[in-house]
């Protein structure tokens, strides 16, 4: 079982900026795979990025890959998002999660965080 810690959430003007956290707890850190969803009021949970610990492929959505970086700190068993430009349409509640593969869908990931909020104003 991998417990998930994420930080970093608050309010932010449009055009800000703010770097989430997501602190594993696992043995296995350097096996998972740790992606970044969000969920907006009344939407699905959506991807938004992933990255492999042990070989460092990364991926993002489209909406996300010129303003978002994802990264990670080994020996804190922490990943990052850095979150760049932000729009308004970001504002959602953002869940860090791991698995054992690349995914794109919610249904591949076993281990879930509780959500940190983040909220972007015009």
């Known amino acids: 079982q991998v417990q998930l810690v994420e930080s970093g959430g608050g309010l932010v003007q449009a055009g800000g900026s703010l770097r989430l956290s997501c602190a594993a707890s696992?043995?296995?850190?350097?096996?998972?795979?740790i992606a970044w969803f969000r969920q907006a009021p009344g939407k699905e949970r959506e991807f938004v990025s992933f990255?492999?610990?042990?070989?460092?492929?990364?991926y993002y959505a489209e909406g996300v890959k010129d303003r978002f970086a994802i990264s990670k700190d080994d020996g804190k068993n922490t990943v990052y998002l850095q979150m760049n430009r932000l729009k308004p349409e970001d504002t959602a509640i953002y869940y860090c999660a791991a698995g054992p593969m690349y995914s794109y869908s919610t249904a591949h990931y076993n281990n879930w965080g509780q959500g940190t909020q983040v909220t972007v104003s015009s």
């Open positions: 696992a043995r296995s850190f350097g096996s998972l795979v």
């Open positions: 990255i492999s610990v042990s070989s460092g492929t990364v």
